[in-house]
């Protein structure tokens, strides 16, 4: 990513303009504020200071640039809100390799988008509208997911795209076109019900496609590309992104109508897994807005089976994951379809079994069968080895009953099977620190590190007053630590800000946000640099003190460090003696 980029979107963008649009700003002096979009609460802590292009909210800490905001609002990583944030200042981002940029993309695809609905609306349409009116998708219906439709022809919408500009080797790159043994181009998607798909930004990257008649795949998705890649989409994860956060949960379901189906019956916080393996990628994106998320794969067994794995998948992500089960209806399109359909499924995700259980209901009958007991109760087992001792705990009795064990027996062979595999921290995401540690609360940084943080990075002629070794010193805090080891390094602040957003680095901004937040609060300016600098040095001088007091008492102090200590006596008594 060239360096300019930021810098020109920052120069085109106002950080007031584009958090009003996600929160009521009041003027108060040089600070604007206002309620926190990232937690609830009632008196506004959230402040935004247009001098330095910053938030931070007091109450539950978050902080940083425009960039950061974005990314917290609408849980994008930085690539994507760099995407975003360019095409609202009208900036073209320099190309990231050869062939036709990002924009480009987007234009065929849309052109394509474009045809294949005229295609569902115009004459030869009728019988993908007849399916659709068989599964009650309505007109309207049709409209607000963009659904369309691809002729059953060889090169209809080659040569339309071919008309409007587009070079035969750009359609097949972007997998709307296939080479033919002749040499010639014909369509990708022929015969086809289509499905638009959209990346978590908005942007349309590639299409599903379902056959109606004839031979051929049921589904067709776009082949992998730089630009499509089904391993890193969820369908109608664009405008489930929202409600997911906001409902503190996800609902997976297998296929295209199926989440069509629930967004339609309110279910707005429905995605589809563009298929029934559910990839850790796929997971990853679930849990940038959710840590719980319900399976609603469908109901036979190739779908059980399906969900397990998904399960697993979503636990080792850091996400909890429920299975969905019902009586009635395949898949979860039939289910809602019918009279009572949302009340069945209402009452099936309230029951929704956790992990252990569904595993343990899963193998139940393949336990009672004496031929196939011992493989099934070591797929549960080695399962439920996986996870941490939070997910089974609170199941254990359960799991004792369905494997005729005690409940202690079923940790100790868990505990057993953990050993074998060299895990002794207990498993799964928990193993690895990412999902339990998720949501601990981090005592907030110390107010006069922040401010010093904040000043530091605001005025470059303050920056060459002090010794690195020296502010070091009077940091406690770790993260503060490395903020001043960056900023007293030499390097600009412009390169320091690249450098933290290219590595995804967000902790630097958020300790500067607070800094300028608890500044604009206390009315404070770079005038008092000196008093912050003094205030962290007899700080640290009165813990040193203390420290060596402690080795007085103890008997354990050297010659050295008895000068030592009476030299700080002497500093924090007002004398002239430097530490």
Not at 347 to 371: G, I, N, T, V, W
Not at 463 to 487: C, G
């Amino acid at each position: 990513m060239p360096d300019d980029d930021v810098r020109e979107i920052k120069s085109r963008l106002d950080i007031v303009d584009v958090v009003s649009e996600y929160v009521k700003l009041k003027r108060n002096g040089r600070t604007f504020w206002g309620c926190c979009p990232f937690h609830n609460e009632k008196t506004p802590s959230f402040s935004v200071s247009p001098e330095r292009q910053t938030f931070h909210c007091f109450g539950c800490g978050k902080g940083g640039d425009i960039f950061t905001f974005i990314m917290e609002a609408e849980h994008l990583e930085f690539r994507e809100a760099l995407e975003r944030l360019a095409e609202r200042a009208g900036v073209a981002l320099s190309q990231r390799g050869k062939g036709r940029s990002p924009k480009g993309d987007k234009e065929i695809n849309r052109a394509a988008l474009d045809f294949f609905t005229e295609s569902l609306n115009g004459a030869g349409g009728e019988p993908a509208r007849k399916y659709l009116e068989k599964r009650s998708i309505a007109p309207e219906d049709c409209r607000r997911f963009e659904l369309g439709w691809a002729p059953n022809s060889w090169d209809m919408l080659s040569r339309r795209l071919e008309k409007a500009g587009y070079r035969a080797s750009v359609l097949v790159d972007n997998g709307l076109a296939s080479v033919g043994k002749s040499g010639g181009c014909y369509d990708r998607f022929r015969g086809r019900l289509m499905f638009p798909i959209y990346n978590i930004t908005g942007r349309l990257v590639g299409f599903g496609g379902r056959i109606l008649d004839g031979e051929g795949a049921k589904y067709l998705n776009s082949p992998e590309s730089r630009l499509f890649n089904k391993r890193h989409n969820l369908y109608l994860l664009d405008k489930a992104k929202g409600p997911m956060s906001t409902m503190g949960h996800a609902i997976l379901v297998e296929g295209y109508f199926d989440a069509i189906r629930a967004h339609l019956c309110g279910y707005t916080n429905a995605v589809a897994s563009l298929g029934t393996s559910l990839t850790q990628e796929q997971a990853a994106l679930i849990k940038r807005m959710t840590g719980l998320c319900y399976v609603c794969y469908d109901s036979d067994s190739a779908g059980q089976e399906a969900s397990l794995r998904a399960m697993y998948v979503l636990q080792g992500e850091g996400v909890a994951a429920r299975r969905v089960v019902w009586q009635q209806g395949k898949d979860p399109d039939e289910l809602l379809l019918q009279p009572d359909g949302g009340e069945l499924f209402e009452k099936a995700l309230k029951s929704a079994l956790p992990l252990p259980l569904f595993h343990a209901q899963l193998r139940k009958r393949d336990m009672e069968d004496p031929l196939k007991v011992e493989a099934a109760r070591r797929d549960l087992l080695d399962g439920l080895a996986s996870l941490s001792v939070f997910d089974l705990t609170p199941y254990l009795g359960e799991l004792a009953e369905i494997l005729g064990i005690f409940p202690h027996e079923v940790q100790n062979l868990v505990a057993g099977r953990r050993t074998k595999k060299g895990d002794g921290s207990g498993g799964g995401a928990a193993g690895r620190g990412s999902f339990y540690a998720f949501g601990a609360t981090r005592g907030a940084e110390n107010d006069i590190e922040c401010m010093m943080c904040s000043m530091l990075w605001n005025n470059k002629k303050l920056r060459s007053a002090f010794s690195m070794e020296e502010l070091m010193s009077f940091m406690d805090d770790p993260d503060v630590q490395n903020v001043v080891y960056a900023l007293l390094g030499g390097d600009d602040i412009d390169a320091i800000e690249r450098r933290w957003q290219q590595t995804g680095e967000t902790r630097g901004m958020e300790i500067v946000a607070r800094g300028n937040g608890l500044l604009a609060r206390e009315g404070m300016n770079e005038e008092t640099a000196a008093e912050l600098a003094e205030a962290l040095r007899q700080r640290y001088l009165k813990k040193r003190k203390d420290l060596l007091l402690d080795k007085i008492r103890n008997g354990t102090i050297n010659e050295k460090e008895y000068e030592e200590y009476y030299r700080y006596i002497r500093s924090l008594k007002g004398g002239n003696t430097r530490a």
